[in-house]
């Protein structure tokens, strides 16, 4: 039997990879898929498969799982035993093995970026074909222990070290790896292209892996984790418990500019979704800039509750579909709807409306304020800029200096988030850089500082 098809689907804003397997005789498994079923369907319908089987190797905190939308249309839940699963699964344990039709998928049990976590050996007879780490094993890294409670980071890490020399260094070098988490993902550790490893690869190259010994393993592993957004402290409950099964995910609804004033004024949020320039040229007072973007859903779990309630303005040529399924991909299911016209109803009513002022690095006045995150700007940064996550922004605005800011992140996006914040609480004297630093050090002829 040849070895089975195994298609990569992957989330470029979560950083995340799904995997739809070809297990023959019409029937096809996926390994953790998010929420969306669609993907999965379109790709196994391309084939002329069935999606037989869901499978999770962890509770996901990242995003939601989809294996309850594709158990509404057919497929069979494995999980992890011990993961607790309060909606219909077949539970696994390590060792246990699970037949598919003439493929078999073992648990490998890997604890470490969670408890509970599984990676599935898929074999085809007696010969090993496929190994899904999920998030212990990664290209060039391993998921991060961090995501669980802080006094339990440690304790994981030591459990990892032990998962993946015990059990995954064990396996054959050629082996191919199949990791859910990757580039752009916050459970990962260290960024990086590529999405599909080997055993042997990743015994030679990982760096994480050349550690001596456990104890030096824990020290690099625990250097080397950063920020991540609230959310995640919040989905892995919701995936345990089960989340809400759409089946067709919902359109953005019309608000006139009556409803969302009286949103506004019961609490909600105005997240604006339109592009740099635009917002720049004329907003809601008080919204928030998140550009629509793959980055979007993870700035969104950052900087709004997930209890909050959320307006969305939008333009026209926006995929208002995509918005929908990225806020759904991480738990968020309080949409209001979109304000009707966008902003030309807006200003249509004679009402306040709020600018901000694009500058290049020549124009770049008063304190320049970095917001990327603390590994980018130990990377290179403007000698004098003040860095703040803009994760933080609204936490450590007082702390920022009086008189004119400057805000600037890579290319613009995340600074103009910084800057709605900040405009939110008062402060009248933001402008955006257009650029990043490099532009800023040219323009003063400087080198950055690393």
């Known amino acids: 039997m040849s070895a089975p098809e195994i298609v990569p689907l992957l989330d470029e804003g979560l950083g995340n990879s799904s995997y739809l397997v070809d297990l023959g005789d019409g029937k096809a498994m996926v390994v953790d898929a998010a929420r969306d079923p669609e993907p999965y369907q379109a ?148 960024p990086g292209g590529e999405r599909v490893t080997t055993i042997g690869r990743e015994r030679s190259t990982n760096p994480l892996l050349a550690a001596p010994d456990e104890d030096a393993f824990v020290t690099r592993l625990l250097a080397g984790f950063g920020t991540f957004p609230p959310y995640f402290l919040e989905l892995r409950e919701l995936n345990r418990l089960g989340p809400r099964v759409y089946g067709r995910f919902p359109a953005l609804g019309p608000l006139d500019v ?5 949103l506004i004024a019961k609490g909600a949020v105005v997240v604006d979704v339109r592009p740099v320039e635009t917002f720049a040229a004329g907003h809601i007072p008080g919204s928030l800039s998140i550009p629509l973007r793959p980055q979007f859903a993870s700035w969104l779990g950052w900087l709004v509750g997930r209890d909050r309630s959320v307006v969305f303005v939008v333009d026209q ?25 966008g902003m030309a109803t807006w200003t249509s009513g004679d009402l306040p409306v709020a600018t901000v002022s694009l500058v290049v690095a020549e124009e770049a006045a008063g304190t320049l304020v970095d917001v990327r995150q603390r590994d980018e700007f130990a990377s290179g940064h403007v000698p004098g800029a003040v860095q703040v996550e803009l994760g ?32 939110a609480q008062g402060r009248t004297d933001v402008s955006v850089l257009v650029g990043g630093p490099a532009d800023v050090a040219a323009a003063r002829r400087q080198q950055l500082t690393v």
Do not use: N
């Open 392 to 423: 933080d922004t609204a936490e450590q605005a007082g702390a920022l200096p009086a008189g004119p800011l400057t805000v600037m992140c890579g290319h613009g996006e995340r600074a103009m988030s910084a800057a709605s914040i900040l405009a």
């Open 258 to 262: 009556d409803t969302v004033q009286g």
């Open 43 to 190: 790709e196994a319908a391309r084939r002329g498969l069935r999606i037989a089987v869901a499978v999770e190797t962890h509770l996901h905190a990242d995003f939601v799982s989809g294996s309850r939308e594709l158990a509404a249309l057919g497929a069979r839940v494995v999980a992890a035993r011990a993961a607790g699963l309060a909606h219909p699964h077949h539970g696994l344990g390590d060792g246990d093995q699970l037949d598919l039709d003439g493929l078999r998928l073992e648990a490998v049990g890997t604890p470490g970026h969670t408890p509970e976590h599984l990676a599935y050996l898929l074999s085809d007879g007696s010969r090993p074909v496929a190994l899904f780490s999920g998030g212990s094993l990664l290209v060039g890294a391993v998921a991060r222990t961090d995501l669980i409670a802080p006094d339990r980071t440690e304790a994981l890490a030591r459990s990892m070290w032990r998962s993946i020399h015990e059990r995954l260094l064990s396996l054959p070098d050629e082996l191919q790896v199949y990791p859910t988490h990757g580039a752009g993902s916050f459970c990962s550790v260290a």
């Open 317 to 341: 040529d926006q995929d208002k579909g995509e918005l929908v399924r990225q806020c759904l991909a991480i738990g968020y299911e309080r949409l209001a709807g979109e304000l009707a016209g």
